[in-house]
Nanobody, 111 residues
Framework: QVQLVESGGGLVQPGGSLRLSCAASGFAFSNYVMMWYRQTSGKERELVATITGGGSINYADSVKGRFTISRDNAKNTVYLQMNSLKFEDTAVYYC?????WGQGTQVTVSS
């Protein structure tokens, strides 16, 4: 069955960096678009970044120039490198493909 397992979240100061990972299994990873979403309490999930199997990438305007999505098809893993983090980046970050979601990983930006 499809599994998506996120890791790498944590507490970081403003201006800091984190790298999230999403390990995927149960499907032909290289053929699928992978996405990162985030959600804060009381708000809908927000699409942060997408990457196709061929490497085409899109970002939400709020993270352009600060976040980088990438994938390693040999490792069935998608990454989200987050730099210059801001208070407003605090959220639970989710990995998604098709209709499948990971369990999420908490990112907290706080001084």
């Amino acid at each position: 069955q499809v599994q998506l397992v996120e890791s790498g979240g944590g507490l970081v100061q403003p201006g800091g960096s984190l790298r999230l990972s999403c390990a995927a299994s149960g499907f032909a990873f290289s053929n699928y678009v992978m996405m990162w979403y985030r959600q804060t309490s009381g708000k809908e999930r927000e699409l942060v970044a997408t990457i196709t199997g061929g490497g085409s990438i899109n970002y939400a305007d709020s993270v352009k120039g600060r976040f980088t999505i990438s994938r390693d098809n040999a490792k069935n893993t998608v990454y989200l490198q987050m730099n210059s983090l801001k208070f407003e980046d605090t959220a639970v970050y989710y990995c998604r493909t098709s209709n499948f979601w990971g369990q999420g990983t908490q990112v907290t930006v706080s001084s």
